[in-house]
T-cell receptor, first 112, second 115 residues
Framework: QKEVEQDPGPLSVPEGAIVSLNCTYSNSAFQYFMWYRQYSRKGPELLMYTYSSGNKEDGRFTAQVDKSSKYISLFIRDSQPSDSATYLC????????????FGSGTRLSIRP | NAGVTQTPKFQVLKTGQSMTLQCAQD?????MYWYRQDPGMGLRLIYY???????DKGEVPNGYNVSRLNKREFSLRLESAAPSQTSVYFC??????????????FGDGTRLSIL
């Protein structure tokens, strides 16, 4: 079983919709949670970075962590075609403190 | 403000050839990483260097070697390329603080094909 599971999609939604992207994990020692966005033929870029449980908001993006359920989410409000990309969750902490563990990514397409 | 720079961007090799992928960062980060990204597999860690002078194996180190030349540069070498090493290779860096890693900053990748 992978330490981090992420639905690969693809996920296609109309412009303006609210998007929900999710990951589950098995290692209860994870404490730091990240979301990366990766455009085609580019490297991943950091979107959100949160510590422990709770919510964090940045513009149209909200990251949510539920450590009791080992479940993290990224919400995108008022989605735009420019949000079309692959989104990777990532986490670290505990015995994996020196390394970040990535999900396999969800491919998202926003239809104009 | 270059961030993480990888060279070359594309390369085609024949089976058995060797090559070195170069990576340099200008953010004064301590830690550097090499990943490969394959469809459906996500990012898999090949090697990492937590600080200058140290290197450690990641999840998929076989067939690769690395050198942390100085704080800025971290190279990945394929001694005898195999078709299974066809992939997109990403270099990343981060500031290691305490027991957690700060988020990683990635280069734009090297697309490598082995024929």
């Amino acid at each position: 079983q992978k330490e981090v599971e992420q639905d690969p999609g693809p996920l296609s939604v109309p412009e303006g919709a609210i998007v929900s992207l999710n990951c589950t994990y098995s290692n209860s020692a994870f404490q730091y949670f990240m979301w990366y966005r990766q455009y085609s033929r580019k490297g991943p870029e950091l979107l959100m970075y949160t510590y422990s449980s709770g919510n964090k908001e940045d513009g149209r993006f909200t990251a949510q962590v539920d450590k009791s359920s080992k479940y993290i989410s990224l919400f995108i409000r008022d989605s735009q075609p420019s949000d079309s990309a692959t989104y990777l969750c990532a986490m670290t902490g505990g015995s994996s403190a020196s390394k970040i563990i990535f999900g396999s990514g969800t491919r998202l397409s926003i239809r104009p | 403000n270059a961030g993480v720079t990888q060279t070359p961007k594309f390369q085609v090799l024949k089976t058995g050839q060797s090559m070195t992928l170069q990576c340099a960062q200008d953010m004064n980060h301590n830690s550097m990483y090499w990943y490969r990204q394959d469809p459906g597999m996500g990012l898999r860690l090949i090697y990492y260097s937590a600080s200058e002078g140290t290197t450690d194996k990641g999840e998929v180190p076989n067939g690769y070697n690395v050198s942390r030349l100085n704080k800025r540069e971290f190279s990945l070498r394929l001694e005898s390329a195999a078709p299974s090493q066809t992939s997109v290779y990403f270099c990343a860096s981060s500031e290691l603080t305490g027991y957690s890693n700060q988020p990683q900053h990635f280069g734009d990748g090297t697309r490598l094909s082995i024929l």
